[in-house]
């Protein structure tokens, strides 16, 4: 999910852990609990910082270690050394109860979006992306955000957060139901389909749709049980080739494979310099394909510039081309 709605995730949380006769009984506890699902519900994404670093450092290890099951045995502790100093009254094992669920919570909301995350690290590397909800979720963020607003103008959290939970799951057992009505839609339009994404995007009805098939790719959106297809391509194997390999040693070639599950392939040379583009195909917005990466090799096998990232404007697609450092 977006920050924000994992912001106010945290604030419902601690309003919800007054349930917990032990957190509502002392209010040091309560205090401490509110801090610490406030930030157990935002740690998970200290990776962010690697943005500062490059693209391809974050593509490949965004959502990665931070919400692996490791690192959500340890935030917890991690935060309990820096608040029960703080808090020092406050019930420790309560306390880390709550700010457990707090992380766990943060990570399992994450596997509900297309970008998914690799929550089962270090037994799988493979990220689990569900699907269900948007990155950010107008629904979600209003009835948390009003939870949260309820509770400030002196509502007892006890009456409102539960019942806000409640409707939370079941806002997403409906966006199952709604996402496997559309993947059934789309199995009997393509039943020669080897692999079927849907995208949820921030209108409610509609979704992004990448269909695989032994020979080909098709792009289509899906709005309610309607399908429109807007691409289609013909599916090419990467040609065993030296200079397709010395393409995906890059560090940004090599990150956009780790992590796109679709994606179609370019190759292009003028005046000895030949240029791969690989695009990911789950993304397609306005007409184009935002998420992309893109490689220069020259005749003699040097790579003499690359880049991944997101681009949703061509014209700065290929100003940015043009200006990457070699």
């Known amino acids: 999910m977006d920050t924000g709605t994992h912001f106010v995730t945290g604030i419902a949380l601690g309003g919800l852990a007054t349930v917990d ?35 391809a450092s974050y593509i490949r290890n965004h ?4 919400h692996s099951i490791p690192a959500v045995i340890l935030w917890p502790i991690f935060l309990l050394m820096f608040l029960y100093p703080i808090f020092p009254e406050a019930n420790l094992l309560h306390l880390w109860l709550w700010t457990s669920i707090a992380v766990f919570l943060h990570v399992f909301m994450d596997i509900f979006n297309a970008y998914g995350t690799q929550a089962l690290r270090p037994f799988s590397s493979k990220w689990i992306a569900l699907g269900w909800i948007n990155t950010f979720d107008l629904f979600l963020f209003s009835i948390l955000l009003l939870g949260s607003l309820l509770w400030l103008f002196g509502m007892d959290p006890r009456d409102v957060f539960p019942a806000i939970f409640v409707i939370i799951i079941g806002y997403y057992l409906l966006r199952y139901t709604i996402r496997k009505t559309i993947y059934e839609t789309l199995k ?3 039943p020669e389909a080897e692999k079927i994404i849907l995208n949820p995007t921030f209108r409610f009805f509609r979704w992004r749709v990448a269909v695989v098939t032994k020979d080909k790719f098709y792009v289509a959106r899906a709005y309610r049980r309607d399908i429109i297809l807007l691409d289609e391509y013909k599916r090419l194997p990467l040609p065993d080739e030296p200079i397709m390999q010395i393409a995906k040693s890059d560090k940004n070639i090599s990150a956009f494979l780790s992590f796109s599950p679709v994606y179609r392939w370019e190759m292009e040379t003028e005046d000895g310099i030949t240029e791969i583009r690989f695009i990911d195909l ?3 917005s306005k007409n184009h394909y935002p998420f992309v990466a893109f490689v220069q090799i020259d005749d003699s096998l040097n790579i003499l510039s690359s880049y991944t990232g997101w681009i949703y404007n061509v014209d700065k697609f290929k100003k940015k081309f043009e200006t990457i450092p070699g």
């Open 188 to 190: 009997r339009r393509f």
């Open 63 to 66: 959502r990665g270690i931070t």
């Open 282 to 284: 789950r993304y397609r």
């Open 21 to 55: 006769p032990i957190v509502f009984n002392s209010p040091e506890t309560a205090q401490a609990v509110v801090f610490a699902t406030i930030i157990g519900s935002q740690i998970p994404d200290v990776d962010t910082v690697l943005k500062f670093k490059n693209n």
